[in-house]
């Protein structure tokens, strides 16, 4: 982030501090301290750090097959040797699933919930910034789009082509930056008006030039915020997929498949398969709502103490 | 953010609450208040159709059920081996046919029998049928062009009680009876007949178009089942009565047989642990509550269908078709489905091994599950296995003819999404063939059979590798289980484009040797040539009724329901 940036986003105007590294390294730890502040925002961080590591180091600590199914081995209840947390209906081990459908999960989360994010933004602050015609086709189909129910057009996509983590993450990422556009057309219709902003325009300043060092720059803070729910969004969007049956193949695995096959096991005990894998769900949606109320914060001025 | 953490909760809170609703099992009170009633109900979708005649479109197993329950079949059949050509003596309404003239005329006679309002059912109502679908064929729904009835040169009322049919070429009697015979049934030429047949016909269809008179309309009083229509909602629930002129050996023992239909199978599973229905079925995601259904009186009973399940192979993909045309290697993906412990395991008990073409109990299939024999007959055929990795061809000369060098063994498989049972067992027939290095892909679509038809090589909806579509079993035969619909080269269901002229021969010769061998030459050939590849047959469904409830089992596994057959423990 550029000191322009930073400087601009505090008082919306050019002032002779902008390349001053102290102003800068004092918004970071203002920053910091309204997120530290937020106590839920610490926790969120911390379950997500926990959940990471578990997903992605784990294997490193508790290795298990999670390749190829083991018919003699299904349905070991938790505490079996080598398996901590049971079996599935096919002989995986639990807790070596749930590490690997963690990975999924986390992996699609965030990358579609960035490539939203990005996209959105994009979109959103050349639809705002350039206004008129532009604005109203561009907003157009934002609001087509977003007059189909994102659930079906997913559904729709992942019956056609093949779920992989690559293409869940393109399927999930093209429907879930329209909310994104939306917010930051509406910050770009308010920025563009700026006296800096004319003032660049003024001066022989290029629309492309507004849009990549003053619009983006300055909706950094509601993009920011609105990215970690797009990541828990993205994550939800995972689990509904792979709970119609329409996620990743095996042997991938996501918590959301997971929970929908602990689901139909539910009724005969086996609730090593239904409980980790929702517990997961709700703890990492949580963690990047937690996140989000954070940032929220810290972007917020009137919070940070003068 | 609230609303966020609502919906958070929403995938997994539903899903962990229903554990705790639905997780107390044993100490509910038994529901055995069944014993003395007079009526039983039963968890059936809402037939649509009355008139005998399937048109297009309305084909379903419940109009089947509903309409045998009020109009008699010429033949029923049943499958225990016990009659000859597996006819229901007791159910049929006609005596065997008396074969003459080398296997070309069949003449039959009808026993004595009444309809409804006292009329004898007689030969004028087979030609009154006779009339109705051969002036109207291209409108019933069981037509096919050169089948029943352009297979026929003459049909020949002799007097009331008897008639015959001559086919233009000499048929095996068996599949004749089992698959063309199955299809008639006497309709009350006295009741409906306006005199010329496409009137008739006309009139019929528009008064079955029309469901909400089907109680009322006088056109179907006149039946000859031992039921009759008491009442009928429209997508609602269905009476039927005991039909007190019922002139058949088995008179109904209920008073009434109460169809309810549901929204789904969760709806109706609900209403099956809450004990408010007498017979119902258990969705096979639901199959490990059968003990919690049993504590609370319920026999849980499996319903075998007279069916096969297999996996399509398409021999027309211009890139993996060259591939399946290999016998050895078909062989090796066989040896690498491990139908009985997948039968076991992971269908509960409630699916058996498919061996080949002609339903069997699943004992002794050609081709044993043997991952190390599977990657033997590869290395053997020129196939440098990868075990875990991918497997290619090695040498080409060896590999058969079509397939290049460096060619590797992966396939698509496109699966039914929505079944658990059958995304588990492609997760471990994927992992067996792993271990050989055979990459299966598994792609689930709701309507696996519309994605992947048949076709030309180069179509571009060809481009499909292996096909599933047997959760409930790919393919439910009539009576007699010939493959000219499925395995015949340009066969309708041979979506799979299989061909193979030995095949075709054997397959002529079920249909049309009086050679009682025929059928099982057809069987013991298609099981060891592999034109799919057998996988495990689940049952049609899993049955849940009342343990007071008498003559349920066996169930019919042509998928028919007998009602009559059914009592109350006194």
């Known amino acids: ?306 | 953010m609230g609303t966020r953490i609502r919906i958070a909760c929403g995938v997994a809170v539903v899903g962990l609450s229903l554990t705790a609703c639905g997780g107390t099992t044993g100490n509910s009170s038994q529901q055995g208040g069944s014993q003395g009633k007079d009526t039983a109900t039963v968890a059936f979708r809402t037939p649509n159709w009355i008139l005998p005649i399937s048109a297009p479109g309305f084909t379903q197993g419940e109009n089947d059920i509903f309409s045998t329950a009020l109009y008699r079949k010429l033949y029923s059949y049943k499958l225990d081996g016990s009659s000859p050509d597996n006819i229901d003596p007791r159910r049929s309404l006609a005596e065997a046919p008396a074969v003459s003239d080398g296997g070309r005329t069949l003449t039959i006679t009808l026993k004595d029998n009444t309809w409804s309002d006292g009329k004898p059912i007689t030969t004028k109502d087979i030609q009154f049928w006779w009339d109705l679908v051969t002036t109207n064929k291209d409108k019933w729904a069981s037509y096919r062009p050169g089948g029943f009835p352009d297979n026929i040169e003459e049909f020949k009322v002799k007097d009331d009680k008897t008639f015959s049919f001559t086919t233009k070429k000499a048929y095996n009697t068996a599949w004749f009876i089992g698959n063309q015979l199955n299809r008639i049934v006497p309709l009350p030429q006295h009741a409906w007949d306006k005199g010329d047949p496409k009137t008739t016909f006309a009139a019929l269809t528009t008064a079955a178009k029309d469901p909400k008179s089907y109680a009322t309309d006088p056109l179907w009083k006149v039946g000859s089942g031992p039921w009759k229509l008491e009442k009928y909602v429209p997508n609602g629930e269905v009476v039927l009565a005991k039909q007190d002129t019922y002139s058949g050996p088995d008179k109904p023992s209920l008073n009434k047989v109460v169809l309810r239909p549901f929204t789904g199978d969760d709806s109706e599973f609900n209403v099956l642990r809450a004990g408010q229905i007498d017979y119902g079925y258990i969705p096979p995601a639901n199959l490990s509550q059968k003990s919690y259904l049993e504590s609370k009186g319920y026999t849980i009973s499996p319903w075998y269908g007279w069916s096969i399940t297999y996996l399509q192979l398409n021999y027309n993909n211009p890139k993996t078709g060259p591939l399946f045309k290999q016998p050895y290697l078909r062989q090796a993906l066989q040896m690498l489905i491990d139908q009985p412990t997948i039968s076991k395991v992971i269908w509960g008990g409630m699916a058996s091994p498919t061996c080949g073409p002609v339903p069997s109990k699943g004992e002794g299939c050609a081709y044993s599950f043997d991952p190390e024999k599977a990657r033997q007959l590869l290395e053997a055929n020129g196939w440098k296995v990868t075990p875990d990795g991918q497997t290619t061809c090695e040498d080409a000369a060896k590999c058969g003819e079509g397939v290049e060098k460096g060619a590797p063994l992966a396939f698509t498989v496109t699966s039914q999404s929505g079944f658990t049972a059958t995304s588990k067992m492609f997760a471990e027939i994927k992992s067996q063939m792993a271990k050989v290095g055979v990459q299966l892909t598994i792609k689930e679509v709701p309507d696996s059979v519309a994605v992947t038809p048949a076709c030309k090589p180069d179509e571009s909806k060809c481009s499909w590798d292996m096909s599933f579509f047997g959760s409930q079993g790919s393919w439910y035969y009539p009576a007699f289980a010939s493959g000219e619909r499925l395995f015949q080269t340009g066969a309708p269901v041979n979506l799979g484009s299989y061909s193979n002229p030995e095949a075709d021969k054997l397959i002529d010769r079920a249909q049309f040797s009086s050679d009682a061998s025929a059928l099982q030459e057809y069987n013991a050939f298609l099981a060891k040539d592999l034109p799919v590849l057998w996988m495990p047959n689940p049952v049609y469904q899993i049955s849940a009724y009342k343990s007071g409830l008498q003559g349920v089992d066996p169930q019919d596994p042509m998928n028919l329901m007998y009602f009559q057959d059914w009592s109350w423990k006194s």
């Open chain 1, 1 to 306: 982030m550029n000191d322009e940036t930073r400087d601009e986003t505090h008082d919306g105007a050019h002032d002779e501090a902008h390349d001053d590294g102290t102003r800068v390294r004092g918004l970071w730890r203002q920053g910091l301290e309204v997120f530290v502040d937020n106590r839920l925002a610490l926790v969120g961080v911390g379950i997500f750090v926990l959940l990471a590591a578990f997903s992605f180091l784990g294997p490193l600590f508790h290795d298990s097959d999670q390749v190829h199914t083991d018919l003699a081995s299904v349905y070991l209840s938790p505490g079996t040797a080598g398996h901590p947390l049971g079996t599935d209906g096919v002989g995986y081990d639990q807790l070596g699933r749930l590490m690997l459908g963690g990975q999924t999960s986390i992996v699609v989360g965030l990358a579609a919930g960035l490539l939203a994010t990005v996209v959105g933004t994009v979109w959103g602050a050349i639809a705002g910034f350039a206004g008129g015609w532009v604005d109203a086709v561009m907003m157009r189909v934002v609001d087509a789009m977003m007059s189909i129910p994102a659930l079906f057009l997913f559904m729709l996509m992942a019956a056609i082509v093949t779920p992989t983590v690559p293409m869940l993450i393109v399927i999930i990422g093209a429907f879930a930056w329209l909310g994104p556009a939306r917010l930051v057309r509406g910050e770009a219709l308010t920025l563009r008006t700026r006296e800096y902003v004319l003032a660049m325009r003024g001066m022989g300043g290029t629309g492309g030039r507004a849009v990549r060092r003053h619009i983006i720059p300055n909706a950094i803070g509601t993009v920011i915020v609105n990215a970690t729910f797009q990541i828990a969004d993205a994550i939800l969007y995972v689990a509904y997929l792979s709970f119609l049956g329409l996620g990743v193949p095996p042997p991938a695995a996501n918590w959301g498949g997971m929970l929908s096959d602990g689901l139909s096991d539910t009724f005969s005990g086996h609730w090593w398969l239904l409980y980790p894998p929702g517990i997961a769900i709700i703890l990492i949606v949580l963690a990047f709502n937690f996140i989000g109320d954070g940032l929220r914060d810290v972007f917020e001025v009137r919070l940070r103490r003068r």
